[in-house]
């Protein structure tokens, strides 16, 4: 069975740092782009992040970049989300996922179930 | 940045009704528009790619039609278990936007 399963998530004051992790399994982890995906209870969803399946490109959201650092070890089938300088609207359910790809079309097709960072003085 | 922008916000509709949900981009974005559903304290699930392709196994009465800017999700006659909110993505350029969903009510 394809899964992703986050962990990493807590509360902490602003300020703070935090490491969310992701761990694969199901499919050839290597292969494959990855994101990472926000969203505030109530809200809507914001793309955060992406890494390349071999970790050598990246992009961010303006609202992370210089912050936030998304990396993997396709040794350990793990994505990684490093959260620096962690702001009170950083709080949010963070999803990691799948990039699918069909010819030159790219899409979201797998999720996590989501870990929760709260970030509050 | 690109901007997604759907609508309605929200819908009431009827077990049995055909659903149409809007999604406009600021600027063209070819077919590269993607459809989600999310269900309360659930993460989203893929429902369309490329505009119109169903993603496996995803029930037939969705389907998604539109290119350039203006795009179209259909529910062709709507289940109890398709409650739930929609989002749009495009995947033309980052960062990836999403619309701000619509919420399909019972009414």
């Known amino acids: 069975e394809v899964q992703l399963v986050e962990s990493g998530g807590g509360l902490l004051q602003p300020g703070g740092s935090l490491r969310l992790s992701c761990a694969a399994s199901?499919?050839?982890?290597?292969?494959?782009?990855m994101h990472w995906v926000r969203q505030v209870p109530g809200k809507g969803l914001v793309w955060v992040s992406r890494i390349n399946s071999d970790g050598s490109s990246t992009s961010y959201a303006d609202s992370v970049k210089g912050r936030f650092t998304i990396s993997r070890d396709n040794a350990k089938n793990t994505l990684y989300l490093q959260m620096n300088s962690l702001r009170a609207e950083d709080t949010a359910v963070y999803y990691c996922?799948?990039?699918?790809?069909?010819?030159?079309?790219?899409?979201?097709?797998?999720w996590g179930k989501g870990t929760t960072v709260t970030v509050s003085s | 940045d690109i901007q997604m922008t759907q609508s309605p916000s929200s819908l009431s509709a009827s077990v049995g009704d055909r659903v149409t949900i809007t999604c406009r981009a600021s600027?063209?974005?070819?077919?590269?528009l993607n459809w989600y559903q999310q269900k309360p304290g659930k993460a989203p699930n893929l429902l369309i790619y490329s505009a119109s392709s169903l993603q496996s196994g995803v029930p037939l009465r969705f389907s998604g039609s539109g290119s350039g800017t203006d795009f179209t999700l259909t529910i062709s006659s709507l289940q109890p278990e398709d409650f739930a909110t929609y989002y749009c993505?495009?995947?033309?350029?980052?960062?990836?936007?999403f619309g701000q969903g619509t919420k399909v009510e019972i009414k």
């Open positions: 600027q063209s974005i070819s077919s590269h």
């Open positions: 993505q495009q995947s033309y350029s980052t960062p990836w936007t």
């Open positions: 199901g499919f050839t982890f290597s292969s494959y782009w």
């Open positions: 996922v799948r990039n699918g790809l069909s010819y030159y079309y790219y899409y979201m097709d797998v």
